[in-house]
């Protein structure tokens, strides 16, 4: 299993929210470059980035910051928030980010997901489903679809898909543990590469996850308070590949 340390970024500066809500809103540093290199000194080979003002607003806000914490590590590097067009996928790929996280975009125009597979590649663009009470959830999570998990990953399994980043929002920066359960019945229900987001808030949840085979799992809190030592938390998994 892979872990992806994870940088939520907002006014170029590395922030977290608490349950997707954007007037919870913690700041932990004006300087993300910085905890990417923290994170790649620790060990971690990944990288996962969201733009947040981007997932509001369809737009880049923060591609100089994204620029900035790309040209500091040689780390692979996910991107979403706010990727809505073929242009966007373009300009960020042409800046260093190996694979875009499609969101909104995946549930509002459809065919574009199957379009953007088309133009780059399976293995460039991936789709995050972010789920609160069973239902997709979209525009930074502002908005809650009538489509639920399973028939959205479905989906997106048909049209090609390889790799889905899966949120549960109520336990996103919750510090509650993750939802193992989702992820256990997601693995077994669908060939894609699932990936845990969301309340990852100790080293036995990453035990669990790895112990489920799944692809990775994506570390934001928990790191930024200590709960969880990225270093330590990188033995686990490797142990685990042992």
């Given at each position: 299993?892979?872990?992806?340390?994870?940088i939520d970024i907002y006014n170029g500066c590395a922030v977290r929210l608490y349950k997707g809500?954007?007037?919870q809103m913690t700041v932990y540093s004006d300087n993300p470059p910085l905890?990417?290199?923290?994170?790649?000194?620790?060990?971690?080979?990944?990288?996962h980035l969201v733009d947040l003002e981007g997932a509001k607003l369809g737009t880049t806000p923060n591609l100089e910051t994204i620029k900035n914490i790309i040209s500091?590590?040689?780390?692979?590097?996910e991107l979403g928030g706010g990727i809505r067009s073929l242009e966007t996928i373009e300009t960020y790929l042409n800046i260093g980010?190996?694979?875009?996280?499609?969101?909104?975009?995946?549930?509002?125009?459809?065919?574009?997901?199957e379009k953007a597979i088309k133009e780059f590649g399976r293995d460039a663009i991936a789709v995050g489903v972010d789920i609160r009470d069973g239902l997709v959830?979209?525009?930074g999570w502002t908005e809650?679809?009538?489509?639920?998990?399973?028939d959205f990953c479905r989906s997106m399994e048909d049209v090609g898909v390889k790799t889905i980043i899966c949120t549960d929002i109520s336990r996103d920066g919750a510090m509650k543990g993750t939802n193992r359960q989702l992820y256990s019945d997601l693995s077994q229900k669908f060939s894609l590469d699932i990936m845990a987001s969301g309340g990852v808030s100790t080293l036995e949840d990453i035990k669990a996850l790895a112990d489920m085979n799944i692809y990775g799992a994506i570390l934001g809190k928990?790191?930024?308070?200590?709960?969880?030592?990225?270093?330590?938390?990188?033995?686990?998994v490797k142990e685990d590949k042992a």
């Amino acid at each position: 299993m892979k872990l992806f340390p994870a940088i939520d970024i907002y006014n170029g500066c590395a922030v977290r929210l608490y349950k997707g809500d954007y007037s919870q809103m913690t700041v932990y540093s004006d300087n993300p470059p910085l905890f990417a290199a923290e994170f790649a000194a620790a060990g971690a080979g990944c990288l996962h980035l969201v733009d947040l003002e981007g997932a509001k607003l369809g737009t880049t806000p923060n591609l100089e910051t994204i620029k900035n914490i790309i040209s500091e590590t040689s780390m692979y590097t996910e991107l979403g928030g706010g990727i809505r067009s073929l242009e966007t996928i373009e300009t960020y790929l042409n800046i260093g980010v190996n694979r875009l996280i499609l969101g909104t975009a995946a549930i509002t125009e459809p065919g574009f997901v199957e379009k953007a597979i088309k133009e780059f590649g399976r293995d460039a663009i991936a789709v995050g489903v972010d789920i609160r009470d069973g239902l997709v959830a979209i525009k930074g999570w502002t908005e809650v679809t009538e489509t639920t998990c399973d028939d959205f990953c479905r989906s997106m399994e048909d049209v090609g898909v390889k790799t889905i980043i899966c949120t549960d929002i109520s336990r996103d920066g919750a510090m509650k543990g993750t939802n193992r359960q989702l992820y256990s019945d997601l693995s077994q229900k669908f060939s894609l590469d699932i990936m845990a987001s969301g309340g990852v808030s100790t080293l036995e949840d990453i035990k669990a996850l790895a112990d489920m085979n799944i692809y990775g799992a994506i570390l934001g809190k928990a790191l930024y308070t200590g709960a969880i030592d990225l270093a330590d938390a990188l033995k686990i998994v490797k142990e685990d590949k042992a």
